[in-house]
């Protein structure tokens, strides 16, 4: 069983940067696939960046340059480090790990393994 626990929201003014922690339990962190979604209010949950087993990472088009996702497998944390916030990345963001090596089905936020609870950025204008 793994537990994640995600940190470091809060509010930021627009432009401004937060870097989110995702701790994990267990001792098969390095075997998962480890990425961040995000739940805007009122909006379907969106997948945001992933970093595979591998240490290759993707990312959705609105954070490709603004955000860097990071894993330390000797921490069993997974990072996101999000510079130039804007307003519309306010929302609930959530850390996820999923076995397997299916960066599609990842994205797609299938069959994850596990899910953190979330943290809340607020981006402020």
């Known amino acids: 069983q793994v537990q994640l626990v995600e940190s470091g929201g809060g509010l930021v003014q627009a432009g401004g940067s937060l870097r989110l922690s995702c701790a994990a339990s267990?001792?098969?962190?390095?075997?998962?696939?480890m990425g961040w979604f995000r739940q805007a209010p009122g909006k379907e949950r969106e997948f945001v960046a992933v970093?595979?087993?591998?240490?290759?990472?993707y990312y959705t088009d609105s954070v490709k340059g603004r955000f860097t996702v990071s894993r330390d497998n000797a921490k069993n944390t997974v990072y996101l480090q999000m510079n130039g916030l804007k307003p519309e990345d306010t929302a609930v963001y959530y850390c996820?790990?999923?076995?397997?090596?299916?960066?599609?089905?990842?994205?797609?936020?299938?069959?994850?393994?596990?899910w953190g609870k979330g943290t809340l950025v607020t981006v402020s204008s």
């Open positions: 267990g001792r098969t962190f390095s075997t998962y696939a």
């Open positions: 996820a790990a999923r076995s397997g090596i299916s960066i599609r089905a990842f994205q797609d936020g299938a069959d994850m393994d596990y």
């Open positions: 970093v595979m087993q591998n240490g290759n990472t």
